[in-house]
């Protein structure tokens, strides 16, 4: 190859490469991704998880509009559209698991009286 043949090669630090593909990521792509990983956070702290709750499905609403945007033609991010849509539904998953969790235990009466003799004795050996 002749350096005629070439094409031009923009410098690493510019910008000109991106608008020459003319290929933009989908924002609610980006979004979903965002609003997943911000569900899963909150999930895992379990004090936020009615949060993460929240987030999770409007990170699913999102990668689902995501999804769409990106098949159209100039526009990418399938992939971060999936990882979005994967992110949030785990954390909504997550969440409806640790509410099951929390509401089973709650219910459990034996379960209450356990927890409240373990408060009860806690108590005791701090006086």
Known sequence: MTAASEPARAPAGSRSHRSATGAKTSAAATFALVFGVAGLLCV????????????????????????????RPGVTGRGVAIGGLVLSILAVLLGLG???????????????????QQVDDLRDKLD
């Open 44 to 71: 895992l702290t379990a004090i936020l998880a009615w949060a993460g709750l929240v987030l999770g499905i409007i990170g699913i609403i999102l990668g689902i509009f995501g999804l769409k945007m990106a098949s």
């Open 98 to 116: 640790l509410a099951a969790g929390i509401t089973t235990f709650i219910n459990n009466d034996g379960a209450v009286d356990r927890l409240q």
